[in-house]
């Protein structure tokens, strides 16, 4: 069984910068895939950043090159530096696990196998 648990949230002014960071606890963490994905109230859960096992990356496109994802293999980790923040990117951001073969840019959310619970990311004027 695999789990997910988010940190690094909270409250930062536009333009400032927070850094998420996922642990994922269960077998195999080189072979999955990793996504953050974030949702705002009333909309659905968009795809930020992902990045396969073997590295290969890709992002959202709102993100403009202000974050960067990355992964340790040796602490089973996934961080997104998010730099540059903007008002409108304040949502709840989750850590998403994928098994099996990347594709399709890890963009859709509906192939994501785990879940963790979320951390609100609020950026204020």
């Known amino acids: 069984q695999v789990q997910l648990v988010e940190s690094g949230g909270g409250v930062v002014e536009a333009g400032g910068s927070l850094t998420l960071s996922c642990a994922f606890s269960g077998v195999d963490f080189n072979s999955y895939n990793m996504g953050w994905f974030r949702q705002a109230p009333g909309l659905e859960r968009e795809f930020v950043a992902g990045i396969e096992w073997h590295s290969q990356r890709y992002y959202g496109n709102f993100v403009n090159d202000r974050f960067t994802i990355d992964r340790d293999n040796a602490k089973n980790t996934v961080t997104l530096q998010m730099n540059n923040l903007k008002v409108e990117v304040t949502a709840v951001y989750y850590c998403?696990?994928?098994?099996?073969?990347?594709?399709?840019?890890?963009?859709?959310?509906?192939?994501?196998?785990?879940w963790g619970q979320g951390t609100q990311v609020t950026v204020s004027t």
């Open positions: 998403g696990a994928k098994g099996g073969p990347g594709g399709g840019g890890l963009r859709a959310s509906d192939e994501y196998d785990y």
